[in-house]
Structure formats: structure tokens, C-alpha cells
T-cell receptor, first 111, second 115 residues
Framework: GENVEQHPSTLSVQEGDSAVIKCTYS??????FPWYKQELGKRPQLIID???NVGEKKDQRIAVTLNKTAKHFSLHITETQPEDSAVYFC??????????WGAGTKLIIKP | DTGVSQDPRHKITKRGQNVTFRCDPI?????LYWYRQTLGQGPEFLTY????????KSRLLSDRFSAERPKGSFSTLEIQRTEQGDSAMYLC?????????????FGPGTRLTVL
């Protein structure tokens, strides 16, 4: 079945620097790739998503890139701020309902 | 609050007892999902409903687990004869099938501890 691998498991960056989180997926039929942010003790919240018909999408300081050939996609956060500290999850779906999730990346923003 | 709600937020039970959780989705959402999340892991898909029909069940959902959505609105997840391995956060999410994007909105979760 579908498998999503996410790296790194922990990422520590200086405030103001950029952070990049990478995911790979196994099912070439996957066509929807959301990224969720989960703060400690809170629910996951969608921050950005991309469909397989585009290669990049940006929303202010956040961007996602998709390489269908290599079956990987990445989250880029620029000008990181303390409130960006959280666990970030990537996910993939082929059927518009069942999301297969990565294991998460704990992002730490150092002041 | 018009978001997804779950009840209870915390449940502590003894091994062997039955527990039931409730999820109230966003009112116009016709899809409802249940996930299980353990510490340090991403959510694992358990099952999903479109209106009142349960359309998919993960192999993770043993016969001790049952979910219902009788009127296509709220849903319940029951775990019978709980085991310590059932301890986890149980998340509910909902989405709108007609939406261009399948954004799933999550509830706050029910944290289950089996002693």
C-alpha cells in the first residue's frame, strides 16, 4: 500500500532562516498532497496543499514543491518566526479521501 | 464554535471496558473521518463516511472497533474490550465532497488512556 516517508524528524533553525521538510511517497497514482501543522496539544491544521497538476504553490512565507517523476514533495518556510515552531506533517492521497501521513517533523525555531 | 467538535476530550478506562466517542462535524460537511494518533506519529486512517454510509475501513480497525453515522451528521466510534494498545488520541475530521480541495478539518481529539 501507499507509504509516505518524511525527513528530517527534527529540524532546528535560527529565527529568520529558512526551513525545508521533505517527503517521498510510493503510490504513483497519488494526486493530492497537503501539509498540516500541529502545535502541542492541538488539532492538525492545513497550512498548504498541492495537486499533481502543478509543480509549485506559494502562500506568503510558505511554499510547496512537487516532483512527480521522483515522487517527492517539499515544504519550504522562509523567514521563520517563533510561532512556526510545531510538528509538521505531510500526507498523500490518490482517492481524495484517505490521507496517508508521514511521521512528522518537529520544527524548532531558535531565537 | 462552528468547527469539528469531539466528546469527551479525555477518557481513562480500565482494560476490558467499552468506550464510545462522539464527533460532530462541520454542519454542511458530508464526509467524516476517524483517525488514531499515537505520540510522535502521524494520524493513521481508521474509517470514513460519506453521509451515513461507511465507505472504507482500514485493516487497523479490528472487530473490537465499530463506527456509525446514523443520520449522516454526528458519528460515534466504539471500542469494545479495550486493550492497553488502544491508548492513543482519536481524531475526527470532516470535509465537503463538492469542494475543489479535499481539506479535512480536524476536531480537538479524544485522548484515550487504557490502564
Amino acid at each position: 500500500g501507499e507509504n509516505v516517508e518524511q525527513h528530517p524528524s527534527t529540524l532546528s533553525v535560527q529565527e529568520g532562516d529558512s526551513a525545508v521538510i521533505k517527503c517521498t511517497y510510493s503510490d504513483s497514482a497519488s494526486n493530492y498532497f497537503p501539509w498540516y501543522k500541529q502545535e502541542l496539544g492541538k488539532r492538525p491544521q492545513l497550512i498548504i496543499d498541492i495537486r499533481s497538476n502543478v509543480g509549485e504553490k506559494k502562500d506568503q512565507r510558505i511554499a510547496v514543491t512537487l516532483n512527480k517523476t521522483a515522487k517527492h514533495f517539499s515544504l519550504h518556510i522562509t523567514e521563520t518566526q517563533p510561532e512556526d515552531s510545531a510538528v509538521y506533517f505531510c500526507a498523500a492521497s490518490r482517492d481524495n479521501y484517505q490521507l496517508i501521513w508521514g511521521a512528522g517533523t518537529k520544527l524548532i525555531i531558535k531565537p | 464554535d462552528t468547527g469539528v467538535s469531539q466528546d469527551p476530550r479525555h477518557k481513562i478506562t480500565k482494560r476490558g471496558q467499552n468506550v464510545t466517542f462522539r464527533c460532530d462535524p462541520i454542519s454542511e460537511h458530508n464526509r467524516l473521518y476517524w483517525y488514531r494518533q499515537t505520540l510522535g506519529q502521524g494520524p493513521e486512517f481508521l474509517t470514513y463516511f460519506q453521509n451515513e454510509a461507511q465507505l472504507e475501513k482500514s485493516r487497523l480497525l479490528s472487530d473490537r472497533f465499530s463506527a456509525e453515522r446514523p443520520k449522516g451528521s454526528f458519528s460515534t466510534l466504539e471500542i469494545q474490550r479495550t486493550e492497553q494498545g488502544d491508548s492513543a488520541m482519536y481524531l475526527c475530521a470532516s470535509s465537503l465532497r463538492q469542494a475543489t480541495y479535499n481539506e479535512q478539518f480536524f476536531g480537538p481529539g479524544t485522548r484515550l488512556t487504557v490502564l
